[in-house]
């Protein structure tokens, strides 16, 4: 008998389950996996090396590009590095700010990650219902930041600017009549938090369809069930954090463990996994989502009764109100110092680490006295993911790898910075 070999096949990066920039090079046992081999930088864009060119507040858009489904997420944990450097107090109505944009970018993180998940496994409808949903919260970055994607809303010390009044609106056109632009704009009439706060009542019957959809459809079941199964002793060591870590039964979120902001003050539920595999990760980032929306709510109720500031009134790291740099000489060189030269860090080093929504994501910092960082590194919750996908994909199927790579709910962006 002619004698079988192993043989070895790219996948990636041109796979559409591969999000365009990952290459697995896969060792089969005709169509069995017997390892995988990640092989990543496709994507390098050098932000840390970049970081150290670019005065700290200019760093802050690049932070939006590294994971960019999880925009706000990536400023804070940048943003709160700075903080404790400088020992500065963000206000309180900028805390609950960031909590309830966490939150929602939160939601918009899983919502894609399920949508694309499915259709990476053959389902092609949730994908649609998912991004009917983001379209919504979409519009809820716009408001507040002017644009869709990339916020760069966040700042050391608070936030841009306080939450507006009304919402950008449809208008008529030749594909719109006036009685379907009435409809669209029917919950858009109101403040930010009107808005918001329709979406939150909404939403918890939305995912009850993801839920009708999914959780019970055998043919899901099948290709999620038992498949990347990880043991919490194995998620531990590999250093995974997140849904990853919590499908496999470990109650680990640093919201709740190390709570930063205004975390402690608020009500929610851990979920956790049982078996560690695909289908559990899938079960927990859907009920992360209805926590998710109960924190918000609790955001919406308290940001209502308490107006305030919501960026420092220390002028050596946020700028002076435009008025009172308009009028007054001091406030004028307090602004234009800030914005020629930038913020001076004082010298030391720090780790700051948020709940990201795929895991942890933390920036060390240190600064050398200077106005830009003298090294930053990203700790990206995504890059010991993916060192967990050899593990996760032997013995299975060619098939599974794609069902593998979706549930880890892999960005490059941030996994090769």
Not at 22 to 40: F, N, S, T
Not at 59 to 67: A, I, K, N, Q
Not at 244 to 267: C, H, I, N, Q, T
Not at 335 to 345: C, I, T
Request: hydrophobic share 40%.
């Amino acid at each position: 008998m002619a004698e079988i070999k192993n043989y070895s096949i790219n996948f990636g990066p041109q796979h559409p389950a591969a999000h365009g920039v990952l290459r697995l090079v896969l060792e089969l046992d005709g169509e069995v996996v017997v390892r995988a081999d990640p092989h990543i930088g496709l994507l390098h864009r050098g932000t840390e090396k970049l970081a150290e060119s670019r005065t700290w507040l200019q760093s802050v858009p690049y932070m939006d590009r590294l994971d960019y489904v999880s925009m706000m997420c990536n400023e804070h944990a940048y943003c709160l590095a700075i903080e404790r450097m400088l020992g500065i107090e963000v206000p309180i109505r900028a805390q609950y700010i960031r909590v309830m944009m966490d939150e929602v970018t939160r939601i918009l993180n899983h919502l894609l990650n399920i949508g694309t998940h499915a259709l990476d496994i053959g389902a092609m409808t949730m994908v649609l219902y998912t991004f009917r949903e983001r379209e919504d919260l979409m519009d809820v970055y716009e408001a507040l930041s002017g644009a869709r994607l990339h916020a760069a809303y966040y700042r050391p010390g608070g936030v841009y600017r306080d939450l507006p009044d009304s919402m950008p609106k449809y208008s008529e056109s030749p594909f719109k009549d006036a009685a379907t632009v009435k409809k669209l704009n029917a919950n858009r009439e109101g403040s930010l938090l009107d808005f918001l706060e329709d979406f939150t009542d909404r939403f918890p019957g939305y995912l009850d369809e993801y839920h009708t959809l999914l959780t019970d459809n055998r043919i899901w079941k099948q290709r999620t069930v038992d498949v990347g199964v990880l043991s919490p002793e194995r998620a531990l060591q590999l250093g995974c954090t997140g849904p990853m870590l919590r499908g496999s039964g470990v109650e680990w979120d640093l919201r709740k463990k190390m709570p930063y902001e205004v975390y402690d003050r608020l009500a929610f539920d851990v979920p956790v996994g049982k078996n560690g595999d695909c289908y559990d990760r899938y079960l927990v980032r859907m009920e992360e989502m209805r926590q998710s929306n109960r924190i918000i709510r609790q955001c919406i109720d308290w940001l209502r009764q308490n107006p305030g500031p919501v960026i420092s009134s220390d002028h050596k790291v946020a700028p002076p109100k435009r008025e009172a740099m308009k009028s007054n000489m001091e406030e004028l060189i307090h602004h234009f110092k800030l914005f020629s030269e930038g913020l001076h860090v004082p010298p030391g080093e720090v780790y700051a680490g948020i709940e990201h929504p795929k895991g942890e994501f933390g920036v060390w910092a240190v600064s050398d006295g200077a106005n830009k960082p003298y090294r930053l590194k990203l700790r990206s919750p995504g890059f010991p993911h993916l060192a967990a996908v050899d593990e996760m994909s032997r013995g299975h199927m060619i098939a599974d790898v794609t069902a593998i790579i979706g549930t880890i709910d892999l960005v490059l962006g941030d996994t090769d910075r």
